[in-house]
C-alpha cells in the first residue's frame, strides 16, 4: 500500500516516496516536492543572496561616488549656520559662496 503526499507548493499529490519528496531519512518529509523545493532553492539563490551582495556592492559604490558631495554638503550646512549666527569670517563666506556654487552645478 502506497500513501501520497500533497505538496505545499504546486499542490500537486505525489506517492508519498523519497522519489517525490525529500526525506531526513526517517518517515518525515518535507511539506513540498523535490521539484518545489529545487525550484524554492534555486530562487532563494538567484534572488536572495546573490542580488543581497550584488545591492551591497552597489551601495559601496554609491556611496564612494557620493562621498566628497556629501562632505561639501555638511560644509555648506555649517557654513550656513555660521552666517545665520553672523559668527562667519570672510574666508568663511567665500569658501560658503563657492560651494553653493558648486553644489548647484553637480551631476
Ligand atoms: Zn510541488
Request: with cysteine; net charge positive; proline share 3%.
Amino acid at each position: 500500500m502506497c500513501s501520497t503526499k500533497k505538496c505545499s507548493g504546486c499542490e500537486k499529490t505525489y506517492p508519498k516516496t523519497t522519489e517525490f519528496f525529500h526525506s531526513n531519512g526517517t518517515n518525515r518529509f518535507r511539506p513540498n516536492c523535490k521539484n518545489c523545493t529545487n525550484i524554492s532553492l534555486r530562487n532563494l539563490r538567484k534572488e536572495g543572496k546573490l542580488k543581497k551582495r550584488d545591492r551591497t556592492e552597489y551601495c559601496k559604490k554609491r556611496y564612494a561616488e557620493n562621498k566628497p558631495r556629501i562632505k561639501k554638503i555638511n560644509r555648506r550646512t555649517y557654513l550656513r549656520r555660521k552666517l545665520k549666527k553672523r559668527i562667519i569670517n570672510d574666508d568663511e563666506k567665500a569658501e560658503l559662496e563657492l560651494l553653493v556654487e558648486e553644489l548647484k552645478n553637480w551631476k
